[in-house]
């Protein structure tokens, strides 16, 4: 199975901060990943996929980037709304993999 | 706009089979690989598999002996079975395509 480290698990920041989040991947995946969001006692809703292809309807302030084995989401300018638990998912091998998830808190 | 609303059991006792169907509104049912992932409760996501229209399917190997994924097209539907439950798969269960996901259905096994 593909691993996908993903960090940090959790993180605390202030509304207007710019935060990354990497998931690596224990073998090259070429460009085969997806982020997702996920607040709580909700489904997952999917921002990023290809890497860094935006998700119709997300806003700008999300981007990916990333191939092979190192990949980064980056909100630019964190709003109050992006408080969540985001997770990558590979879909470049079977069994698709998630990483273990960020925690994004709010400081 | 694809819709996912699916149903199922959510109370179930150990050594029984859990079953879980999910419909696709609007569409192309035809489109995607459709799946099953898991969630216990304060954890993180888990991938069960996947099955296409022409009922084609990728399973977990973690869950393989255990799991099996149908598709009824005339209904545009899918379903999960997953047999001989425990406490350990107890979670929320989400069916899912590209990026359009299920509501999510608790299943919760104990005697």
């Known amino acids: 199975d593909i691993q996908m480290t993903q960090s940090p698990s959790s993180l605390s920041a202030s509304v207007g901060d710019r935060v990354t989040i990497t998931c690596r991947a224990s073998?090259?995946?070429?460009?085969?990943l997806g982020w997702y969001q996920q607040k709580p006692g909700k489904a997952p809703k999917r921002l990023i996929y290809?890497?860094?292809s935006l998700q119709s309807g997300v806003p700008s302030r999300f981007s990916g980037s990333g191939s092979g084995t190192e990949f980064t989401l980056t909100i630019s300018s964190l709003q109050p709304e992006d408080f969540a638990t985001y997770y990558c998912?590979?879909?470049?091998?079977?069994?698709?993999?998630f990483g273990q998830g960020t925690k994004v808190e709010i400081k | 706009q694809v819709q996912l609303q699916q149903w199922g059991a959510g109370l179930l006792k150990p050594s029984e089979t859990l079953s879980l169907t999910c419909a696709v509104y609007?569409?192309?049912?035809?489109?995607?690989?459709w799946t099953w992932i898991r969630q216990p409760p304060g954890k993180g996501l888990e991938w069960i598999g996947e099955?296409?229209?022409?009922?084609?399917?990728n399973y977990n190997p973690s869950l393989k002996s255990r799991v099996t994924i149908s598709v009824d097209t005339s209904k545009n539907q899918f379903s999960l079975r997953l047999s001989s439950v425990t406490a350990a798969d107890t979670a929320v269960y989400f069916c899912?395509?590209?990026?359009?996901w299920g509501q999510g259905t608790l299943v919760t096994v104990s005697s």
């Open positions: 899912a395509g590209g990026e359009y």
């Open positions: 609007g569409g192309s049912f035809g489109g995607y690989y």
């Open positions: 099955i296409n229209h022409s009922g084609s399917t």
């Open positions: 073998q090259d995946i070429r460009n085969d």
């Open positions: 290809a890497a860094s």
């Open positions: 998912l590979q879909h470049n091998s079977y069994p698709r993999t």
